[in-house]
């Protein structure tokens, strides 16, 4: 951000103005683009690691000292994490970007600097105070230890029985493999103690014995990829986040005599419904603490239920969607103005608010149940993946929603028809896109389901939680 800041401050840094008189650019030097485009890689690289560590590292502050009340603090948590990161977005789309319009780059850019900074000097500062696990910089490794291994002893016949083998066991661990994922159990069968292990009881080759503990951690890993798949027809779904602002370009955005809503700006809907109406200020702080009272002990919805809830509403989102979008070009039609998409409406743009806060609570819902579940469910090592599964998951759906994207544009314009999704909203079939997106919400409501139930129970149910601020005795 520092030197995104300085290539407003220093001239050279940047292409010199436009001549309005002549309408003549001048481009960028090799110079400024290659600084242009350092200030991006540093911003990803950084963002990367932050983002990929924070919402993990934030939660084993509060594990140790939550004690059986884990349950409820991590909720909490999470809930109030993402809330915040929306939270900051609302401040930067709408109070960063009104300073930048109205004192200009130099302005705009220092803000973020500054703000960066304090950042960057609190976490040092309070670093002393801080739970830091010892990081397992072989991870990666280890996991593929484990193929390898099961996959050289793919013709050892394991027992039934767990307690008849002999397992290679971590110092200081005494647990037996799971039989889930029973192939799996191989990498960690000592076949020939003499020759699989050394003097002090380590592996010889750790490419061909592992330990219980790589084993399990992989297995959990492939257990979790089903349940992490279903989320990416809805981070699809959430990611349609260009064509309302094309529907709203459309329809009459004025609010009384004056005031007319930027068509850009109708995404701050679905920001709010996120943060601040429903996520903090029901969920959190009023559905689940009235709930807890009337039962006596505290209550939350688990984070499969809450992944389900946000599906289904994932898929009423894009039912309304459609039926709006219908409404929309029929009336555009039936007035004539099918070869103009500039020209407004006589429809509200509030007809577009349902399917925006739909979506915002299905983002709410899921986003948080989901990092919940993978931090709930992988071991110690893993959290900082469990963590990143969601961004990751929001890439690859990404990738997905122009694959899809591209597949109905080529099929639906066939034959010299107007393509679904054309510029022309007026002609294209908008309505038609949604219900496809409907249809496969519906299927991977059904595919969740049927992954969920093949999963089994979690770790999360096999947690016992305690209304806040109950005594906490064993």
Known sequence: MALLWLTTMIPQTRPPPCDESSNNCSSATTLQ????????????IGAGGTRSSSLAFGADQLKKAGGRRNGWILE?????????????????????????????????????????????????LASPCYVKLKAKSTLFVEL???????????????????????????????????????????????????KDLTTDGRAADPWTLCTINQVEDLKTLVKVIPLWSTGMIMSVNISQNSFPVLQANSMNRRFGSSFEIPAGSFGMFTIISISIIIWIALYDRVFLPIVSKIMGKHVHLSA????????????????????????????????????????????????????????????????????????????LSMKSIASTLFLLEMSVANLVASFLMNIIDKLSKRGGKESWISTNINKGHYDYYYWVLAGLSMLNMIYF???????????????EITLPGQDEQD
């Not at 484990?146 to 793919?154: D, L």
């Not at 809830?309 to 989102?317: E, P, R």
């Not at 039912?319 to 099918?338: D, F, H, M, P």
């Open 76 to 124: 909490s948590y999470f809930s109030w994490y993402y809330a915040s990161c929306k939270i900051s977005v609302l401040i930067a789309s709408t109070c960063i970007v009104h300073v930048q319009e109205k004192m200009g780059w130099q302005v705009g850019f220092g803000i973020p600097v500054i703000l960066m900074f304090l950042s960057a000097l609190s976490f040092s």
């Open 304 to 379: 499969r239920k809450r992944m389900a809830i946000g599906m289904l509403l994932s898929f009423v989102c894009m039912v309304v969607t459609a039926t709006v979008e219908a409404k929309r070009r029929n009336l555009a039609i039936r007035e004539g103005y099918s070869d103009d998409s500039e020209t407004v409406l006589d429809m509200s743009a509030l007809w577009l608010l349902p399917q925006l806060y739909l979506i915002g609570f299905a983002e709410a819902l899921s986003a948080v149940a989901q990092n919940e579940f993978y931090y709930s469910e992988f071991p």
């Open 33 to 44: 683009l290659f600084l242009l485009c350092s200030c991006f890689g540093l911003m990803s």
């Open 144 to 194: 593929l230890q484990v193929a390898v291994a099961s996959y050289r002893k793919r013709h050892i016949k394991p027992s039934t029985e767990s307690s008849n083998m002999i397992y290679h066991h971590q110092k200081g661990s005494s647990i037996l493999p799971s039989e889930k994922l029973r192939f799996l159990n191989k990498a960690c069968i000592i076949v020939d103690p003499e």
């Open 449 to 463: 389901l049927t992954c969920t139930k093949a999963y089994g129970p979690g770790k999360e149910d096999e947690k």
